[in-house]
Each structure stands twice: as C-alpha cells, then as structure tokens.
C-alpha cells in the first residue's frame, strides 16, 4: 500500500508562486517508485475534481491540462521518492485543494489513479 503526503501549499497573491512536494512510501519492492505514474489534481470548492498534470516514472513523459500550460511544471525525484509541481504565474482561479496521486503504468495520464493523498490547500489571492 503507497502512501502520499503532500506539503508545499498556503496563501499566495495572484502572480506569485509555489512549489508543492508530495512523498511516497509504504511500496513493497526496493524500487517501487520508478514504477509509479505520478499526478496532480485539484478541486476547487464547489466543483468537481480535475487533473493538473501527470510524469511518467521514466521523467520523459509529462502531460497538463491545458489551464496551467505554460505556468505549471511537473518534476521528480526518483531518489527521494518524491514528485513535485511549480506552479509560476498563479491566478485566483487556481485556488483549490490540489492532491497527489500514483498509479502503475508507463506513461503521464489522467486516469485511473490508484493511490492518492490527503491533499493540500493553495489559496490565490487577487
């Protein structure tokens, strides 16, 4: 069973930036995490839970949904266990509670996530 925690959130001005991390463990094999597709999600109050942006285990896929292009970027560290996402440029509109999520497989998708975290809250103020 993986577990996921993220940290990284808070309160920022609209334009500004933050970096969240999210850390993985609990995995069963020594290398567990290179197997992992890692993404990022969010839900804003009110709405629906929506994906922000996946990296494959490998690193050399990433995939974002189309509102953060440009000013998101997804990153990893296979030997911290640990996925990351920058967010540059924030808008009021990006405030929501953003989550970690891993699942098995080869390549950045939006689907079909296995294991998620607790979530943590990114506040924009205008």
């Known amino acids: 069973q993986v577990q996921l925690v993220e940290a990284g959130g808070g309160l920022v001005q609209a334009g500004g930036s933050l970096r969240l991390s999210c850390v993985a463990s609990?995995?069963?094999?020594?290398?567990?995490?290179?197997?992992?597709?890692m993404g990022w999600f969010r839900q804003a109050p009110g709405k629906e839970r929506e994906f922000v942006a996946s990296m494959s285990a490998s690193e050399t896929n990433t995939l974002y949904t189309d509102s953060v292009k440009g000013r998101f970027t997804v990153s990893r560290d296979n030997n911290k266990n640990t996925v990351y996402l920058q967010m540059n440029s924030l808008k009021p509109e990006d405030t929501a509670i953003y989550y970690c999520?891993?699942?098995?497989?080869?390549?950045?998708?939006?689907?079909?996530?296995?294991?998620w975290g607790q979530g943590t809250q990114v506040t924009v103020s205008s």
């Open positions: 609990g995995g069963t094999s020594r290398n567990y995490f290179t197997n992992l597709v």
């Open positions: 999520a891993a699942r098995f497989g080869p390549f950045a998708t939006r689907n079909n996530y296995l294991y």
